[in-house]
């Protein structure tokens, strides 16, 4: 059975990005009977850049909620924050004393940032390294990442290497990288990937007066609503082939191409897509972020599970590091 391992940062609400790339195909996987499945909420990451301790807790009901919602079975698979299973931190020193400093300054997380090193916390700088503990903790087999995060995994699995090495013997897992070519990179509402940082996402979860008023910012070019348009240089078309069924998809191309079709119509078919598509969804994200007890216990009882993992792994790297029998 192969143990599959997923992590997503408490920095935001998920928007349509997260949900295409990430959620979406990690939940299908974990539907596989062959698969088990461990998701985390990285809340100790999200420190890096979200200090407002409310914020942030709100971050993380949203992210559980939206799990939930698009159906992770958290009774089959564990389900987790990951500041409630303190193993992290503790063997993540452990990883810190294995890793060279110039893995971490060539590590993409630090030198996007390296021009202007005062905005450059210590958290940023070894983030690569919590990550790594993060995922060797639970012996994972399959780590889905996007083509941003392959290098972090690289790095993991070097780190890991070198501390087998020393204590000759493999006590950590050697994790491999899936990676999704089709969603790799899914495009915001100014074309470029979507994302929180450039402020360009849909949050599928808004209100619909606030969900269509997102969809209509989507950048189109000046073509006419009269002439022909190009769907595949087109964002609304993108976004909409990534969720709509081939049907649909092919009618929208045929109403691109054959003139008479505005950008206008293209959106608000997007928009009623989304409301279509998630629906359901959408009612069971509502449901937990107004009961959040039922979701807070479903955290706790996941945070169980992966503590009882977890211990068993920081045992076998004490003793293997001469800190414990």
């Not at 070894?126 to 290098?151: C, F, M, S």
């Not at 007066?209 to 964002?235: F, G, H, Q, W, Y």
């Not at 599970?305 to 414990?324: C, D, H, N, P």
Request: net charge negative; charged share 25%; glycine share 6%.
């Amino acid at each position: 059975m192969a143990r599959i391992l997923t992590g997503i940062q408490s920095s935001g609400r998920p928007h349509l990005g997260n949900i295409l790339g990430a959620i979406a195909p990690a939940i299908e996987l974990s539907k596989d009977p062959n698969n088990e499945s461990f998701f985390f909420i990285a809340d100790l990451h999200s420190l890096i850049t979200i200090k407002d301790g409310p914020l942030r807790e709100e971050y993380v009901r949203a992210i559980a909620a939206t799990w939930l919602a698009f159906g992770f079975d958290t009774d089959r698979n564990v389900f987790w924050r990951q500041s409630r299973v303190q193993e992290h931190t503790e063997l993540a020193w452990y990883l810190n004393c294995f890793t060279p400093f110039p893995m971490l300054a060539n590590a993409h997380s630090f030198k996007d940032k390296s021009e202007r090193l005062a905005d450059v916390n210590a958290g940023l700088f070894t983030y690569p390294v919590l990550q790594a503990a993060d995922i060797l903790l639970y012996d994972a087999n399959i780590v889905p990442v996007g083509k941003d995060q392959k290098q972090h995994l690289e790095m993991t699995r070097d780190i890991a290497t070198a501390l087998n090495r020393q204590v000759g013997q493999d006590i950590l897992v050697l994790p491999d990288a899936r990676i999704d070519e089709r969603l790799m990179v899914i495009p915001g509402v100014d074309g470029q990937k979507m994302s929180k940082s450039y402020n360009n996402y849909i949050d599928i979860f808004l209100p619909e007066k606030e969900l269509r008023k997102a969809v209509m910012k989507i950048m189109t070019d000046s073509t006419p609503l009269e002439e022909p348009k190009n769907p595949d240089t087109d964002i609304t078309f993108q976004l909409y082939s990534l969720i709509a069924g081939e049907p649909e998809v092919a009618l929208m191309r045929q109403n691109y191409e054959k003139g008479g079709f505005g950008y206008g119509h293209a959106k608000q078919a997007l928009y009623e897509m989304i409301l279509e598509k998630f629906s359901e969804p959408r009612r069971i994200f509502n449901y937990y972020m107004e009961n959040t007890a039922e979701l807070e216990q479903k955290l706790v009882e996941g945070e169980e599970k992966a503590r009882q993992i977890a211990q068993e792994t920081i045992k076998k790297v004490r003793k293997a590091l001469g800190y414990g029998s």
